[in-house]
């Protein structure tokens, strides 16, 4: 008897051990790819990529045939219809879409392979490389979850105090941060607070619209800033020094700021939370080092900014002293990161920003602002606050269409040219910088800026509670852009 137990035992076991076996079996085949999904993958792909090539065609043939357009500026505009629709539709990865004006202009005749790569090579572009250096180490050593938590605790425990916390963290992180990376830093912190979903919209749309909101406060806040001071740099305009900045756009901040606390918390109440996974997270030695560094940047930065007539700066280059503090973050001992912690930093933002700046360098040499001088020739002598008004509303509608960098790009060489013979480089540079203010206050469209695309894709938003609430927040925007425009900015200018 005991040897037909142990015998079925031993079968029973081997039988376990053969179901276990086709278990596995079946989890890797399903986490493995199979020949099916290769398949649909590739024809993605194939039918992504002709209707770029179909819609770049057609935007060649209008431009050439309709518009009359010369063949290099009717090429030009068949490739930029090309990218856009490949950045659009997500083909082919953003990185590799941003690397392609590389190719294609020297190869069309648009631009030397020299003038074109020197883009990505853009000194604003290591001010840009510092920055995420910088949020890289915030991200390691959990910083952003200490300065949730100091907000949080600043403000009542209901849901209207959190609105207004994660708003006002993602503008005092914005100062230092992207404004796609304080949305990645809160995007977790704002969907732990309830399991309520209503609340849950509420929190993560505070930290979206919070976060592009900050966007505008310094010039590394978002790419299309980095882009218009990239532009205004290459076109030898004058440029805004980085606390000048600041001071120029804190105010609005501020206003947009209450603005968006109010519109998120109207209608909800002033229920009561529980917050105490919060009180868990203790501040070491580390948060306070990288607090040391930042303050320490924001110091060099107000003292190297000019202000005249009073005082002239230090004179250094702001791009270098935002790369070296990143580095910084290197240095045994005293910094956060290792060089494997630079896989986090996002290198296709990089390209993407390089592809703005050529673009723009392809605009300007190929003058295709001379296509819409006579348009903008309409508003000569309409008073410069509706020009204003009418610039903001533009933005922001044409935000829903395109993303703001690729936006930015293309309008900038275009105003500047078109607009020339009836506004001074002062107004110029003013109306510029309305159009990519704007640009960032594009608040209804998940694809408009990436915090609205970050929380629309992880945070689970409808696309209707987005679009009612940014709707009147964008409105409040543009009010808000023109007053300043008209008054305080050009103050700064002239």
Known sequence: MCGQEETKITQANQDLSQNSDSQKNQIKD???????????KLSKVFIGISVAIFIGFICFCCAYLYLQTSFKVSILIGIIALLITLWTNKALPMGVVSLLPIILFPSFGILDTKAATSNYANPIIYLFLGGFMVAAATEKIGLHRVIAKFFIAKFPKNTNGVISALGVASVILGTALSNSTVALLLLPVAMSITDNKTLQTRFLLSVAFGASISGITTPIGSPPNLVYLGFLETKGLSGISFVTWIFMMAPLTCLMLIA???????????????????????????????????????????????IRPIYSGLGWNENIILLAFGLIMFIPKIGFLDWDDTKSIPYEIIFLFGASL?????????????????????????????????????????????STTALIAILLPIIDVATQSFLGDNLRILLMLVVTICASFSFMIPISTPPNAIVFAQGGIKAWDMIKFGFLLSLVGIVCVTLFASWYWWSFLV
Not at 263 to 278: D, P, R, V
């Open 358 to 402: 050529c673009i723009a360098m392809a605009f300007s040499q190929a003058e295709l602002g001379g296509a819409f001088k006579k348009f903008f020739e309409l508003f000569d002598g309409v008073p410069f606050v509706i020009f204003i008004f009418l610039a903001c509303c533009f933005s922001i509608i044409a935000t829903g269409f395109l």
């Open 30 to 40: 399903t986490t493995k790819p199979t020949n099916n999904d290769k398949q649909e």
């Open 260 to 306: 968006m606390i109010k519109i998120l918390s109207y209608g909800i109440g002033k229920q009561e939370l529980n917050l105490a996974m919060f009180d868990d997270i203790k501040v070491n030695g580390e948060h306070k080092r990288l607090l040391f560094f930042l303050g320490l940047l924001l110091l060099v930065l107000l003292l190297n900014s000019p």
